[in-house]
């Protein structure tokens, strides 16, 4: 987790503590020295926040003040904490006794509200009910076990596990609740019926700037134009690198929000694998561990092009979810981007050459070209993947899980209170 983002949710818990203990009715003082605090030059947890990260705060305070009028939640008597207290004691709980390996993809929580009085009785039930696990099948029992306890604090107002996302200027506040927390009616109401448009694959190597002409990922979006009590929403899933430093690094799926709104978040790796290996296909390799890709440094064979050639020329007039891809005009483009070589395998020979050559991007000095390249083949591979999905009927399954998974919404995850724009 980043610096940033440490000062970011710790003045989230600032701000969460001072308004509850206050009744919501900070006067002019009050507030000024919240913000000193805060945001101060001399000390202020987030002295560099713009004042969309200002506002931000602010709209937070009214998303939780919403969800706790609607539920009935009392504004005393809070303990708030981030990553130590009550948030530290579930963590610790999830890894050393439920079997998970990343916090994230079990509970995206971010700060922890616990009334004060209870949070000795939430431990001490936790302590009582969830065994020191000796085999796999007790950590995914106790993981249960854990989620029903927080769940039944939730209920009772006695827990607030919040999951933060920033709020723009264009939303208004608002929040979600996990799943877990979610009636029947409720559930339904937020279930899409999701369609998909604009699978994107672009090949076209910008030879001045060492890396692809316009999209550095293959994306495609999902969409569901509302109804029926149902909230439009149109996400764009890309998958690409996060870091693009090294030569090889292993890409990951995320969703974004079209218009306002925060990223949803990477989608869970190993969640994705199941569903695929569930199916009886191979799950894609990273990078380092293709045994197409060469070690960076290393020269590419004929052999491996020609396995990458073979690929895109399969790909080719193919389908998913109905959906043609598109790969732009493939080729190698020069200075104003005119074409000097068309074809994949143009494109492809000169992507190889800046990998071997160790160049880096000119336009961004610290990625490097090779990442770019072995991102996209991790690409095609996975565009591979998605048309045999399709062809088994699973397409709409894995739309679905890919949206919950970005969410951290998929069974066994625990239960939280997203604090959100809408």
């Known amino acids: 987790m980043s610096a940033a983002t440490e000062k970011q949710e710790n003045v989230s818990r600032l701000f969460f503590e001072t308004y509850l203990r206050s009744g919501s009715n900070l006067s002019q003082f009050q507030e000024s020295e919240l913000e000193r605090k805060a945001f101060g030059k001399s000390g202020g947890i987030y002295p560099t926040a713009s004042k969309a990260w200002k506002d931000n705060y602010y709209k937070q305070i009214q998303a939780l003040s919403q969800y706790m009028t609607t539920y009935g939640v009392s504004r005393g008597g809070w303990v708030w904490s981030r990553g130590n207290g009550m948030m530290g004691y579930l963590n610790q709980i999830a890894l050393e006794r439920c079997g998970v390996s990343t916090l994230d ?15 000795s009785i939430i431990k001490q039930t936790c302590e009582a009910m969830i065994v020191r696990p000796t085999t796999e099948e007790q950590k995914v029992v106790n993981r249960g076990i854990l989620n029903d306890i927080m769940v039944e604090n939730i209920y009772t107002n006695k827990l607030l596990p919040v999951s933060l996302k920033f709020i723009d200027a264009k939303e208004r506040p608002g929040y979600e609740v996990s799943p877990d927390l979610q009636t029947t009616r409720i559930k339904e109401k937020m279930r899409h019926h999701f369609k998909i448009k604009e699978v994107t694959c672009d090949l076209q190597w910008n030879a001045q700037d060492n890396q692809w002409r316009e999209n550095q990922e293959i994306s495609w979006k999902m969409y569901d134009d509302g109804g029926n009590g149902r909230k439009a929403v149109s996400i764009k899933i890309q998958g690409r690198a996060f870091g693009g430093k090294a030569a090889r690094e292993n890409p990951q799926h995320e969703g974004t929000p ?14 994705l694998r199941n ?73 492809l020979d000169a992507a190889c050459k800046a990998d071997e050559e160790g160049r880096q991007v000119t336009s961004d000095p610290a990625r490097s070209a090779g990442n770019r390249l072995t991102s996209k083949l991790w690409g095609l591979e996975w565009l591979k993947l998605y048309t045999e999905i399709s062809a088994r009927g699973k397409w709409d399954a894995f739309v679905y899980l890919m949206y919950h998974s970005c969410k951290k919404e998929l069974p066994g995850m625990g239960p939280f209170i997203k604090i959100a724009g809408r």
């Open 105 to 119: 993809n079990w509970n995206p929580m971010d700060i922890v509200g616990v009334q004060g009085a209870q949070e």
């Open 275 to 347: 569903f695929v290996t569930g199916l009886g296909l191979q799950n894609v390799p990273s990078p380092t561990q293709h045994p197409q890709i060469p070690k960076p440094g290393e020269t590419w064979q004929l052999g491996q092009k020609a396995y990458w050639i073979g690929l895109y020329n399969n790909l080719s007039g193919t389908t998913i979810g109905g959906q043609p891809i598109n790969f732009k005009s493939p080729g190698v483009y020069g200075e104003g981007m005119t074409s000097t070589k068309t074809g994949w395998s143009a494109a």
């Open 258 to 271: 079209e218009g306002a709104g925060a990223k949803l978040g990477k989608a869970a790796i190993n969640e």
